[in-house]
């Protein structure tokens, strides 16, 4: 049985290691043959650096045998042999341009290494710019560029603007010699986490083709279920695979969905063990401090349409949340609309790690609470499996009661009843069930449906200092279960918040059916 490539991103390592490798070679052909420069986006931890690593070995043409039975094994002229300069600014965090810079040169010290020869210069854009004419006059054959987290000086510093600021016009200055060697250069693929404005950081290279959202490479980095049932065989032997695709898989980039493999990688070698493998490797501090400066309401970041303008770029200048969300991974494209306005993006939440993991997170940012987080979901999971809401009432006023009052102190939350619902919206999707936000009838949009097994729940909130009834009275109006009336049980809860009192004043439930 072959091992496991856990943390491995070297190809030659996974081939002679007799490790399980997912063949990607086809759509590495197709990539050389028909194009020069590319752009691909993808979160952490996707497979983006094995990728750049097998075009390495496919230009340099030096280990022909590791690709036996492989895609491109007997389509590649491996006798044509191209010199590369592959940059890599995954390692390390830099927090001003001369540690940059000192970066930047050291890393190209590696490019000079491989090259065979060294530069004279030590500022790094006239490094880089030496090094690629000096490749292609050295070998008479024009260079390979691969850079790997490109994004990464500017995303380590996103949360100060005038940093991150800096460090995007040192980069740009950079890859501005990309533009400028055009003439010496066979072929470039560049990758990231986000995508910056094409302006501001790429500029000139106007031929840079983004295939982040090719469906024709919507699986270049991850893996497929398909994948799982066949290069993964033997490992997946035993394990709930209808389980395994509702936790991992997701992610669309209209090719087949996929997973991420680190998560695939780390549950076969915890023995099927569903935990939140992916999300604890990354830092997501940063979407509390800009969660910190809107006043966001959670549940419209479930469904959101977003525009191709949005998901596409963003800048240090103006950064959009859902773009951020969207591109480090933690939401996905769940349908492509086509209107009068051109295409725009239905995103959600990829599958049950992200929800779990998100809307705990969102918990922490709108209550403060963090080792109590726990029991009030499992005290109020309990209330809703048995359908006990006077018993889920209870629990709801406890939350809010244990809210910090410092939590409230120089903003204007408690004003809003969108604050509320988005507290009861993070607690309830972060138990990993179905929760949907702005539940469209023909009659109008339920603040948001719940739905455990053949039990559904329809809540109305309003913002209220007295109790009214009228949260549960407009339900009643308004007919919002007639959507459901396929369901065995349905529950239809009203409740109101008064902004001095910061909790629940009224609330009213009813179950259909009875008297």
Not at 233 to 252: F, I, P
Not at 385 to 407: Q, R, V
Not at 423 to 432: E, K, T, W
Request: contains cysteine; charged residues 25%; hydrophobic residues 40%.
């Amino acid at each position: 049985m072959k091992k496991l490539p856990i943390g491995i991103q070297t190809f030659s390592k996974i081939i002679e290691g007799n490790r399980v490798y997912v063949d990607k070679t086809q759509m590495a052909f197709d990539l050389i043959q028909n194009g020069e420069y590319y752009f691909l986006s993808r979160p952490r931890r996707f497979g983006k650096s094995l990728f750049l690593d097998t075009l390495k070995e496919i230009f340099e043409g030096n280990n022909k045998a590791l690709f036996k039975g492989l895609y491109i094994y007997d389509k590649w002229d491996w006798d044509d042999k191209y010199p590369v300069l592959r940059v890599s600014l995954g390692a390390g965090v830099n927090k001003d341009v001369n540690q940059l810079n000192h970066h930047l040169r050291w890393i190209l010290k590696d490019v000079e290494d491989d090259l065979g020869f060294q530069s004279d210069f030590d500022n790094p854009v006239e490094c880089f710019k030496d090094l690629i004419k000096r490749a292609y006059r050295k070998n008479n054959k024009k260079v390979v560029i691969l850079i790997d987290e490109y994004d990464k000086p500017i995303l380590d510093n996103i949360t100060d603007s005038e940093v991150a600021r800096k460090m995007r016009d040192e980069m740009k200055n950079f890859y501005a010699v990309i533009k400028d060697a055009d003439a010496y250069i066979r072929f470039v693929f560049i990758t990231g986490v986000s995508k910056f404005s094409k302006m501001n950081l790429f500029s000139g290279l106007n031929n840079l083709e983004d295939i982040t959202l090719n469906a024709n490479y919507g699986d270049i980095c991850g893996y497929t279920h398909h994948d799982l049932l066949t290069v993964f065989k033997e490992r997946m032997q035993g394990a709930d695979m209808e389980k395994v695709r509702l936790w991992y898989n997701g992610y669309n980039y209209f090719g087949e969905k996929v997973y991420n493999p680190f998560d695939i990688l780390l549950f076969i070698s915890n023995n099927f063990e569903f935990s939140n493998y992916w999300w604890e490797t990354g830092n997501p501090s940063f979407l509390i401090d800009m969660l910190r400066t809107g006043n966001y309401f959670i549940p419209s970041l479930e469904n959101f349409i977003a525009s191709k303008e949005i998901l596409s770029t963003f800048d240090v200048d103006h950064i959009e949340l859902i773009a951020l969300l969207w591109q480090t991974g933690y939401l996905t494209i769940k349908e492509r609309i086509s209107d009068d306005f051109g295409v725009n993006y239905k995103l959600g939440t990829p599958n049950k790690e992200i929800q779990l993991s998100l809307n705990s997170l969102f918990i922490t940012y709108l209550t403060a609470q963090t080792a109590e987080k726990l029991s009030y979901q499992k005290r109020l999971l309990k209330m809703i499996k048995i359908g006990d809401m006077d018993g889920f009432k209870d629990e709801l006023h406890t939350l809010f009661a244990a809210i910090p009052y410092s939590n409230f102190t120089n903003n204007k939350l408690p004003e809003y009843e969108g604050y509320y619902a988005s507290v009861i919206y993070a607690y309830l999707a972060s138990l990993g069930m179905a929760v949907i936000p702005e539940d469209i009838t023909n009659l109008g949009r339920i603040d948001f449906t719940m739905i455990y097994d053949e039990m559904v729940f329809i809540l109305e909130f309003k913002l209220s200092e007295k109790a009214t009834g009228n949260a549960l009275k407009q339900i009643k109006e308004k007919r919002y279960y007639e959507k459901y009336q396929n369901h065995q049980d349905i529950y239809l809860i009203g409740i109101e918040f008064s902004s001095q009192e910061r909790n629940i004043v009224g609330y009213e439930w009813e179950k259909l059916g009875d008297s």
